[in-house]
């Protein structure tokens, strides 16, 4: 698992053995950002991004090396993406890690312009965390939600967002929401 594009394009990340993480594949990652690319344009060094159930951080990761702003990191366990941090120490305050469960996440300050999510397939943890950014204010006005499920799993889309656009890599379908 590697890096796709910009600034750390070709840097390695570590993943550890095991079907306990499922980072998001080089291929649906470089196809998100080439979708962020055209509803966005390149320039990401005013947003904030969250990723959340990140894993290994692979989608974070990715977003520093391509400009962003900041990437706050949330997961139950970050052995993988703290592991993965110390791989962008020039990087570290743009990195921040939260030790939490997703359904439970904790109010804070900062608002995000985008989050990122790759929950457990159809456990329906999605869904809940997409309450508890709402309800915890977490997003910033118009802010874009990437969502990773399933392909054929069943996603209620909450009245709060507006769809803008889906697409299928393989076993995943990404939705893109944005906040109305």
Request: proline share 3%.
């Amino acid at each position: 698992m590697r890096i796709v594009a910009g600034k750390y394009r070709g840097k390695k990340l570590w993943a550890p053995e095991g079907k306990d993480v499922r980072p998001t594949s080089e291929r649906a990652r470089e196809a998100i950002f080439n979708i962020l690319y055209s509803h966005l344009g390149g320039d990401y060094s005013n947003m904030n991004i969250a990723d959340i159930f990140a894993g290994t951080g692979a989608f974070g990761f990715e977003a520093i090396s391509r400009g962003f702003k900041s990437v706050t990191f949330v997961d139950i366990n970050t052995m993988a993406v703290e592991k993965n941090a110390k791989l962008f120490t020039t990087e570290a305050e743009k990195i921040k890690i939260v030790r939490s469960d997703a359904t439970r996440l904790p109010r804070i300050r900062q608002k995000f312009n985008m989050i990122f999510m790759d929950a457990p397939y159809a456990r329906g943890l999605t869904e809940k965390v997409l309450e508890q950014i709402i309800q915890k204010e977490w997003l910033a006005e118009k802010a874009l939600c990437i969502v990773e499920v399933r392909e054929d799993e069943v996603f209620p889309v909450s009245d709060a967002f507006e769809l803008i656009d889906e697409r299928e890599y393989g076993l995943a379908r990404i939705l893109f929401f944005r906040l109305k």
